[in-house]
Protein backbone atom coordinates (compact mmCIF):
# COMPACT_ATOMS: atom_id res chain seq x y z
CA UNK A 1 0.00 0.00 0.00
CA UNK A 2 2.77 2.24 1.10
CA UNK A 3 4.73 1.47 -2.43
CA UNK A 4 1.12 2.26 -4.47
CA UNK A 5 1.21 5.89 -2.51
CA UNK A 6 4.54 6.12 -2.60
CA UNK A 7 4.40 5.82 -6.75
CA UNK A 8 0.97 7.75 -6.88
CA UNK A 9 2.74 11.15 -5.04
CA UNK A 10 5.84 10.87 -7.60
CA UNK A 11 3.33 10.43 -10.53
CA UNK A 12 0.96 12.84 -8.80
CA UNK A 13 0.69 15.67 -11.76
CA UNK A 14 0.54 12.83 -14.46
CA UNK A 15 -2.22 11.32 -12.79
CA UNK A 16 -4.09 14.71 -12.22
CA UNK A 17 -3.91 15.72 -16.47
CA UNK A 18 -5.02 12.29 -17.26
CA UNK A 19 -7.82 12.49 -14.92
CA UNK A 20 -8.61 16.08 -16.35
CA UNK A 21 -8.54 14.09 -19.94
CA UNK A 22 -11.09 11.76 -18.87
CA UNK A 23 -13.48 14.27 -17.73
CA UNK A 24 -13.14 16.20 -21.15
CA UNK A 25 -13.85 13.30 -23.41
CA UNK A 26 -16.84 12.38 -21.23
CA UNK A 27 -17.84 16.20 -21.44
CA UNK A 28 -17.90 15.90 -25.19
CA UNK A 29 -18.90 12.47 -25.89
CA UNK A 30 -21.26 11.68 -23.16
CA UNK A 31 -22.71 14.59 -21.74
CA UNK A 32 -25.70 15.71 -24.47
CA UNK A 33 -24.70 18.86 -25.50
CA UNK A 34 -27.24 21.16 -27.75
CA UNK A 35 -25.06 22.44 -29.96
CA UNK A 36 -23.37 18.84 -30.89
CA UNK A 37 -26.61 17.83 -32.02
CA UNK A 38 -27.23 20.41 -34.31
CA UNK A 39 -24.21 20.49 -36.15
CA UNK A 40 -24.63 16.43 -36.40
CA UNK A 41 -27.71 17.30 -37.70
CA UNK A 42 -26.85 19.96 -39.95
CA UNK A 43 -24.16 17.62 -41.71
CA UNK A 44 -26.87 14.89 -41.91
CA UNK A 45 -29.06 16.71 -43.89
CA UNK A 46 -26.01 17.36 -46.11
CA UNK A 47 -25.19 14.12 -46.58
CA UNK A 48 -28.71 13.08 -47.75
CA UNK A 49 -29.13 16.00 -49.90
CA UNK A 50 -25.87 14.51 -51.59
CA UNK A 51 -27.49 11.34 -51.68
CA UNK A 52 -30.75 12.69 -53.27
CA UNK A 53 -28.59 14.16 -56.07
CA UNK A 54 -26.53 11.54 -57.06
CA UNK A 55 -29.48 8.87 -56.75
CA UNK A 56 -31.91 11.25 -58.97
CA UNK A 57 -28.83 11.51 -61.52
CA UNK A 58 -28.91 7.66 -61.57
CA UNK A 59 -32.16 7.36 -62.08
CA UNK A 60 -32.48 9.72 -64.45
CA UNK A 61 -32.72 9.54 -68.76
CA UNK A 62 -29.85 11.78 -69.97
CA UNK A 63 -31.12 13.74 -73.34
CA UNK A 64 -29.38 14.83 -76.31
CA UNK A 65 -29.21 18.50 -76.97
CA UNK A 66 -31.24 20.22 -78.67
CA UNK A 67 -29.65 21.69 -81.55
CA UNK A 68 -32.39 21.37 -84.38
CA UNK A 69 -34.91 24.47 -84.26
CA UNK A 70 -37.81 21.81 -85.32
CA UNK A 71 -37.45 19.02 -82.85
CA UNK A 72 -40.19 18.95 -80.05
CA UNK A 73 -39.44 15.89 -78.17
CA UNK A 74 -36.34 15.81 -75.98
CA UNK A 75 -33.83 12.75 -77.68
CA UNK A 76 -32.58 10.10 -75.17
CA UNK A 77 -28.81 10.26 -74.57
CA UNK A 78 -28.63 6.59 -74.21
CA UNK A 79 -25.17 6.02 -71.82
CA UNK A 80 -24.27 7.63 -68.90
CA UNK A 81 -23.22 11.62 -69.87
CA UNK A 82 -18.89 10.71 -69.23
CA UNK A 83 -16.94 13.81 -69.71
CA UNK A 84 -15.91 13.17 -72.89
CA UNK A 85 -19.89 12.78 -74.22
CA UNK A 86 -20.36 16.33 -72.23
CA UNK A 87 -17.90 18.13 -74.56
CA UNK A 88 -18.96 16.75 -77.55
CA UNK A 89 -22.15 18.07 -76.17
CA UNK A 90 -20.96 21.47 -75.59
CA UNK A 91 -18.84 21.49 -78.76
CA UNK A 92 -22.09 20.26 -80.93
CA UNK A 93 -24.11 23.03 -78.91
CA UNK A 94 -21.39 25.75 -79.64
CA UNK A 95 -21.43 25.06 -83.49
CA UNK A 96 -24.85 25.73 -83.33
CA UNK A 97 -24.63 28.79 -81.54
CA UNK A 98 -22.11 29.79 -84.28
CA UNK A 99 -23.96 28.67 -87.04
CA UNK A 100 -26.97 30.87 -86.02
CA UNK A 101 -24.70 33.95 -85.47
CA UNK A 102 -23.80 33.41 -89.04
CA UNK A 103 -27.39 32.98 -90.32
CA UNK A 104 -28.44 36.15 -88.44
CA UNK A 105 -25.41 38.01 -89.68
CA UNK A 106 -26.02 36.85 -93.27
CA UNK A 107 -29.84 38.23 -92.80
CA UNK A 108 -29.05 41.29 -91.57
CA UNK A 109 -27.10 41.85 -93.87
CA UNK A 110 -29.88 40.77 -97.05
CA UNK A 111 -32.67 42.96 -95.31
CA UNK A 112 -30.68 45.73 -94.56
CA UNK A 113 -30.68 49.35 -96.71
CA UNK A 114 -29.13 52.27 -97.09
CA UNK A 115 -30.52 56.03 -96.61
CA UNK A 116 -31.33 58.27 -99.53
CA UNK A 117 -29.02 60.79 -98.04
CA UNK A 118 -26.07 58.98 -96.24
CA UNK A 119 -25.76 60.08 -92.15
CA UNK A 120 -29.66 61.77 -93.04
CA UNK A 121 -30.94 59.51 -90.34
CA UNK A 122 -30.75 59.85 -87.13
CA UNK A 123 -30.44 63.70 -87.56
CA UNK A 124 -28.73 65.71 -85.12
CA UNK A 125 -31.76 68.25 -83.93
CA UNK A 126 -30.83 71.44 -85.65
CA UNK A 127 -29.29 70.19 -89.21
CA UNK A 128 -32.16 71.80 -91.69
CA UNK A 129 -29.82 71.33 -94.46
CA UNK A 130 -29.61 67.60 -94.18
CA UNK A 131 -33.44 67.70 -93.68
CA UNK A 132 -33.55 69.98 -97.08
CA UNK A 133 -31.27 67.78 -98.82
CA UNK A 134 -33.53 64.33 -97.43
CA UNK A 135 -36.33 66.57 -99.25
CA UNK A 136 -35.09 67.08 -102.38
CA UNK A 137 -33.26 63.55 -102.70
CA UNK A 138 -36.88 62.04 -101.62
CA UNK A 139 -38.83 64.04 -104.59
CA UNK A 140 -36.12 62.97 -107.33
CA UNK A 141 -37.01 59.38 -106.07
CA UNK A 142 -40.06 59.50 -106.98
CA UNK A 143 -40.53 61.99 -109.76
CA UNK A 144 -42.86 63.62 -107.80
CA UNK A 145 -42.27 66.85 -109.60
CA UNK A 146 -42.32 64.70 -112.95
CA UNK A 147 -38.98 65.72 -113.95
CA UNK A 148 -37.03 62.96 -112.83
CA UNK A 149 -38.43 59.87 -114.21
CA UNK A 150 -34.89 58.26 -115.53
CA UNK A 151 -33.52 59.15 -112.14
CA UNK A 152 -36.13 57.48 -110.01
CA UNK A 153 -37.50 54.13 -108.95
CA UNK A 154 -40.03 54.29 -112.19
CA UNK A 155 -36.99 55.02 -114.59
CA UNK A 156 -33.69 53.46 -112.60
CA UNK A 157 -35.46 50.35 -111.58
CA UNK A 158 -38.86 49.53 -112.88
CA UNK A 159 -37.92 50.59 -116.39
CA UNK A 160 -41.77 51.73 -115.95
CA UNK A 161 -44.33 53.22 -118.50
CA UNK A 162 -48.25 54.05 -118.67
CA UNK A 163 -50.49 54.61 -121.62
CA UNK A 164 -51.06 58.22 -123.70
CA UNK A 165 -52.67 60.81 -120.99
CA UNK A 166 -55.21 62.97 -122.76
CA UNK A 167 -53.16 65.84 -122.42
CA UNK A 168 -49.99 63.33 -124.57
CA UNK A 169 -52.84 62.09 -126.93
CA UNK A 170 -53.94 65.88 -128.02
CA UNK A 171 -50.37 66.61 -128.33
CA UNK A 172 -49.62 64.05 -130.62
CA UNK A 173 -53.09 63.89 -132.83
CA UNK A 174 -52.48 67.71 -132.99
CA UNK A 175 -48.71 66.78 -134.33
CA UNK A 176 -49.96 64.38 -136.69
CA UNK A 177 -52.80 66.47 -138.08
CA UNK A 178 -51.02 69.70 -138.76
CA UNK A 179 -48.52 67.02 -140.68
CA UNK A 180 -51.06 65.40 -142.98
CA UNK A 181 -52.56 68.63 -143.65
CA UNK A 182 -49.70 70.14 -144.56
CA UNK A 183 -48.29 67.08 -146.72
CA UNK A 184 -51.60 65.87 -148.41
CA UNK A 185 -53.92 68.64 -148.59
CA UNK A 186 -54.41 69.99 -152.55
CA UNK A 187 -54.98 73.41 -153.36
CA UNK A 188 -56.14 75.04 -156.65
CA UNK A 189 -55.35 78.82 -157.97
CA UNK A 190 -57.34 80.42 -155.35
CA UNK A 191 -55.90 78.50 -152.60
CA UNK A 192 -59.38 76.49 -151.85
CA UNK A 193 -58.91 72.95 -151.20
CA UNK A 194 -59.75 70.26 -153.62
CA UNK A 195 -59.40 67.05 -151.16
CA UNK A 196 -60.99 68.22 -148.44
CA UNK A 197 -63.01 64.64 -147.57
CA UNK A 198 -60.05 62.73 -148.45
CA UNK A 199 -57.89 64.64 -145.98
CA UNK A 200 -60.27 64.07 -143.43
CA UNK A 201 -60.16 60.25 -144.12
CA UNK A 202 -56.42 60.54 -143.97
CA UNK A 203 -55.67 62.79 -140.50
CA UNK A 204 -58.73 60.28 -139.16
CA UNK A 205 -56.55 57.33 -140.27
CA UNK A 206 -53.50 58.73 -138.89
CA UNK A 207 -54.48 59.82 -135.73
CA UNK A 208 -55.63 56.22 -135.19
CA UNK A 209 -52.49 55.10 -136.30
CA UNK A 210 -50.39 57.21 -134.02
CA UNK A 211 -52.45 56.46 -131.05
CA UNK A 212 -51.71 52.36 -131.59
CA UNK A 213 -48.33 53.11 -132.18
CA UNK A 214 -47.35 55.13 -129.40
CA UNK A 215 -49.44 52.49 -127.22
CA UNK A 216 -47.55 49.47 -128.81
CA UNK A 217 -44.01 51.45 -128.69
CA UNK A 218 -44.26 51.89 -124.81
CA UNK A 219 -45.60 48.60 -124.26
CA UNK A 220 -42.16 47.33 -126.43
CA UNK A 221 -40.10 49.50 -124.93
CA UNK A 222 -40.39 49.09 -121.43
CA UNK A 223 -41.01 46.25 -119.16
CA UNK A 224 -44.02 47.21 -116.90
CA UNK A 225 -47.02 49.43 -116.66
CA UNK A 226 -47.96 51.82 -113.51
CA UNK A 227 -50.77 52.95 -113.20
CA UNK A 228 -50.87 56.76 -112.26
CA UNK A 229 -50.61 57.07 -108.34
CA UNK A 230 -50.03 53.70 -108.03
CA UNK A 231 -46.99 54.08 -106.18
CA UNK A 232 -47.25 57.43 -104.09
CA UNK A 233 -45.20 59.61 -101.88
CA UNK A 234 -45.34 60.62 -98.51
CA UNK A 235 -47.62 62.88 -97.69
CA UNK A 236 -45.53 64.76 -95.23
CA UNK A 237 -43.13 65.23 -98.22
CA UNK A 238 -45.59 67.14 -100.23
CA UNK A 239 -46.02 71.09 -99.64
CA UNK A 240 -43.57 71.46 -97.23
CA UNK A 241 -40.22 73.58 -97.06
CA UNK A 242 -38.58 71.53 -93.81
CA UNK A 243 -39.86 67.72 -93.01
CA UNK A 244 -39.65 66.83 -89.13
CA UNK A 245 -37.12 64.23 -88.14
CA UNK A 246 -40.30 61.58 -87.57
CA UNK A 247 -41.26 62.64 -90.93
CA UNK A 248 -38.18 62.04 -92.55
CA UNK A 249 -37.90 58.42 -90.95
CA UNK A 250 -41.41 57.44 -91.63
CA UNK A 251 -40.75 58.76 -95.76
CA UNK A 252 -37.51 56.94 -95.62
CA UNK A 253 -39.05 53.54 -94.07
CA UNK A 254 -42.03 53.83 -96.58
CA UNK A 255 -39.28 54.07 -99.72
CA UNK A 256 -37.78 51.31 -98.35
CA UNK A 257 -40.80 49.42 -99.05
CA UNK A 258 -41.49 51.16 -102.23
CA UNK A 259 -38.21 49.54 -103.38
CA UNK A 260 -38.01 46.43 -101.86
CA UNK A 261 -41.51 45.62 -103.64
CA UNK A 262 -40.09 47.29 -107.35
CA UNK A 263 -36.89 45.08 -107.11
CA UNK A 264 -38.95 42.09 -106.26
CA UNK A 265 -41.17 42.85 -109.30
CA UNK A 266 -38.16 43.60 -111.37
CA UNK A 267 -37.06 40.49 -110.00
CA UNK A 268 -39.71 38.34 -111.10
CA UNK A 269 -40.15 40.09 -114.40
CA UNK A 270 -35.98 38.59 -115.10
CA UNK A 271 -35.43 37.79 -118.68
CA UNK A 272 -38.57 39.45 -120.16
CA UNK A 273 -37.91 42.25 -123.28
CA UNK A 274 -41.13 44.11 -122.23
CA UNK A 275 -44.53 44.10 -121.45
CA UNK A 276 -45.47 41.69 -124.19
CA UNK A 277 -43.57 39.31 -122.70
CA UNK A 278 -43.00 40.13 -119.21
CA UNK A 279 -44.99 37.59 -116.04
CA UNK A 280 -45.66 40.93 -113.74
CA UNK A 281 -47.80 43.16 -116.50
CA UNK A 282 -48.61 46.13 -114.80
CA UNK A 283 -48.62 47.78 -111.14
CA UNK A 284 -52.19 48.97 -110.54
CA UNK A 285 -51.89 49.35 -106.54
CA UNK A 286 -48.50 49.48 -104.40
CA UNK A 287 -50.20 50.85 -100.91
CA UNK A 288 -47.40 51.12 -98.16
CA UNK A 289 -47.30 51.80 -94.54
CA UNK A 290 -46.35 55.99 -94.44
CA UNK A 291 -46.82 56.44 -91.30
CA UNK A 292 -45.16 53.36 -89.09
CA UNK A 293 -43.70 56.03 -86.19
CA UNK A 294 -46.30 58.50 -84.84
CA UNK A 295 -44.97 59.95 -82.00
CA UNK A 296 -46.47 62.41 -79.85
CA UNK A 297 -43.26 64.87 -79.72
CA UNK A 298 -42.95 65.06 -83.26
CA UNK A 299 -45.91 67.77 -82.76
CA UNK A 300 -42.55 70.00 -81.83
CA UNK A 301 -40.80 69.74 -84.34
CA UNK A 302 -40.48 71.94 -87.07
CA UNK A 303 -43.35 71.26 -89.79
CA UNK A 304 -44.82 68.55 -87.43
CA UNK A 305 -48.35 67.85 -87.36
CA UNK A 306 -49.68 66.65 -83.84
CA UNK A 307 -50.66 62.69 -83.26
CA UNK A 308 -50.97 59.99 -81.02
CA UNK A 309 -48.88 57.09 -80.03
CA UNK A 310 -47.88 54.74 -77.35
CA UNK A 311 -44.80 55.54 -75.32
CA UNK A 312 -42.85 53.83 -72.88
CA UNK A 313 -40.21 54.44 -70.89
CA UNK A 314 -38.12 50.67 -71.16
CA UNK A 315 -35.19 51.34 -74.03
CA UNK A 316 -35.71 49.40 -77.64
CA UNK A 317 -34.82 46.00 -77.56
CA UNK A 318 -32.51 44.49 -79.99
CA UNK A 319 -31.77 41.06 -78.87
CA UNK A 320 -32.10 37.92 -81.23
CA UNK A 321 -31.64 35.34 -78.56
CA UNK A 322 -35.34 36.75 -76.87
CA UNK A 323 -38.16 34.52 -77.66
CA UNK A 324 -40.14 35.65 -80.64
CA UNK A 325 -43.82 36.33 -80.08
CA UNK A 326 -46.47 35.09 -82.38
CA UNK A 327 -50.20 36.62 -82.60
CA UNK A 328 -51.96 34.78 -85.09
CA UNK A 329 -55.22 37.36 -84.36
CA UNK A 330 -53.28 39.85 -86.54
CA UNK A 331 -51.55 38.01 -89.48
CA UNK A 332 -51.56 34.75 -91.03
CA UNK A 333 -48.00 34.14 -90.31
CA UNK A 334 -47.85 35.30 -86.72
CA UNK A 335 -45.71 38.15 -87.21
CA UNK A 336 -45.58 41.03 -84.76
CA UNK A 337 -42.99 43.12 -83.45
CA UNK A 338 -40.74 41.97 -81.57
CA UNK A 339 -36.85 42.30 -80.24
CA UNK A 340 -35.82 40.71 -83.73
CA UNK A 341 -37.83 42.21 -86.27
CA UNK A 342 -40.80 44.76 -87.16
CA UNK A 343 -43.40 43.16 -89.55
CA UNK A 344 -44.97 45.96 -92.09
CA UNK A 345 -47.95 44.89 -94.06
CA UNK A 346 -48.98 46.28 -97.93
CA UNK A 347 -50.78 45.46 -100.49
CA UNK A 348 -49.69 44.67 -104.43
CA UNK A 349 -52.37 44.84 -107.38
CA UNK A 350 -50.81 43.23 -110.00
CA UNK A 351 -51.92 42.12 -113.44
CA UNK A 352 -49.86 39.09 -114.57
CA UNK A 353 -49.48 36.56 -116.93
CA UNK A 354 -52.11 33.84 -115.42
CA UNK A 355 -49.96 31.05 -116.65
CA UNK A 356 -47.11 32.25 -114.38
CA UNK A 357 -49.06 32.76 -111.32
CA UNK A 358 -46.97 30.80 -109.16
CA UNK A 359 -43.50 31.40 -110.37
CA UNK A 360 -44.41 35.24 -109.96
CA UNK A 361 -44.94 34.95 -106.06
CA UNK A 362 -42.22 32.24 -105.49
CA UNK A 363 -39.51 35.28 -106.98
CA UNK A 364 -41.22 38.04 -105.07
CA UNK A 365 -40.17 36.29 -101.68
CA UNK A 366 -37.01 35.07 -103.15
CA UNK A 367 -34.00 36.22 -101.26
CA UNK A 368 -35.68 38.88 -99.77
CA UNK A 369 -37.72 38.58 -95.97
CA UNK A 370 -40.76 39.08 -97.65
CA UNK A 371 -43.91 36.97 -96.73
CA UNK A 372 -47.22 36.44 -99.18
CA UNK A 373 -49.90 36.76 -96.43
CA UNK A 374 -52.85 36.09 -98.89
CA UNK A 375 -53.79 36.14 -102.28
CA UNK A 376 -56.88 37.12 -104.60
CA UNK A 377 -57.49 36.56 -108.04
CA UNK A 378 -59.65 38.84 -110.32
CA UNK A 379 -60.46 38.07 -114.01
CA UNK A 380 -59.39 40.80 -116.66
CA UNK A 381 -61.12 41.76 -119.86
CA UNK A 382 -58.62 42.24 -122.46
CA UNK A 383 -60.72 44.46 -124.59
CA UNK A 384 -61.17 46.47 -121.78
CA UNK A 385 -57.83 46.86 -121.17
CA UNK A 386 -56.79 47.57 -124.47
CA UNK A 387 -59.35 50.42 -124.72
CA UNK A 388 -57.44 51.95 -121.79
CA UNK A 389 -54.45 51.64 -123.25
CA UNK A 390 -52.61 48.96 -122.16
CA UNK A 391 -51.21 45.97 -124.42
CA UNK A 392 -50.65 42.88 -122.57
CA UNK A 393 -49.51 40.27 -125.37
CA UNK A 394 -51.57 37.35 -126.10
CA UNK A 395 -51.32 35.61 -122.80
CA UNK A 396 -54.33 35.62 -120.54
CA UNK A 397 -53.87 37.76 -117.79
CA UNK A 398 -55.75 38.34 -114.37
CA UNK A 399 -55.35 40.37 -111.44
CA UNK A 400 -53.56 39.72 -108.60
CA UNK A 401 -54.32 41.11 -105.18
CA UNK A 402 -51.47 40.48 -102.52
CA UNK A 403 -51.42 41.20 -98.81
CA UNK A 404 -47.36 41.03 -98.64
CA UNK A 405 -45.65 41.44 -94.96
CA UNK A 406 -41.91 42.99 -95.45
CA UNK A 407 -39.47 42.22 -92.21
CA UNK A 408 -37.40 44.73 -91.04
CA UNK A 409 -34.51 43.56 -88.58
CA UNK A 410 -33.51 45.74 -85.67
CA UNK A 411 -30.25 45.50 -85.48
CA UNK A 412 -29.54 47.30 -88.43
CA UNK A 413 -33.06 49.88 -88.18
CA UNK A 414 -32.32 50.77 -85.18
CA UNK A 415 -29.49 52.68 -86.24
CA UNK A 416 -31.79 54.95 -88.21
CA UNK A 417 -33.80 55.34 -85.37
CA UNK A 418 -33.74 58.86 -82.85
CA UNK A 419 -34.68 58.59 -79.21
CA UNK A 420 -38.38 59.54 -80.46
CA UNK A 421 -38.44 56.89 -82.85
CA UNK A 422 -37.26 54.25 -80.77
CA UNK A 423 -40.02 54.93 -77.75
CA UNK A 424 -42.36 53.80 -80.38
CA UNK A 425 -40.84 50.80 -81.44
CA UNK A 426 -40.37 49.56 -77.99
CA UNK A 427 -43.96 50.57 -77.74
CA UNK A 428 -44.63 48.11 -80.55
CA UNK A 429 -42.96 45.36 -78.82
CA UNK A 430 -44.11 45.91 -75.06
CA UNK A 431 -47.65 46.77 -75.84
CA UNK A 432 -48.30 45.66 -71.96
CA UNK A 433 -46.20 48.36 -70.69
CA UNK A 434 -47.89 51.31 -69.32
CA UNK A 435 -48.30 54.64 -71.33
CA UNK A 436 -46.36 57.37 -70.96
Known sequence: MKKAIEIAKKNLVSIIC???????????YVIPIPGLFEDLRTKAQARATVYSSMDSLIKSTPSLPKIDPSQVDDQPLGFFPTAPVIKQAQDAVAAMKAQTKSLLDNAVQLNRRKPLVPDALPIPRGQ????????????????????TYDRSIFGRILQSTSPPTDLELRMLEA??????????????DAFKVLNQKEVEGLVTAAKLAALTGERFRRATSFRVYVSPGAIQPHPAMIGIDVPNDVSIFNAQLSLWQQQILCEAIVTANQGSKNVLDAPIKHIVVMNVEHSVAVVQTAAAQPGATPDAAPAVDAPLSVDASLPITKSYAQLPFGQVSN????????????????????????????NRLLVVQNVNLNSIDPGLARQAGFLYGDSPVI???LDVTLLFLRPWLAEFMNADVQRYFAALANPAAPAG
Open 18 to 28: GVVVLIALFAK
Open 399 to 401: ELR
Open 339 to 366: SLYDPITTTLVLRVDARKVPQVIASLAS
Open 175 to 188: GVETKVRKDRTQFD
Open 128 to 147: NVTRQQFLNAYKIELNVEGR
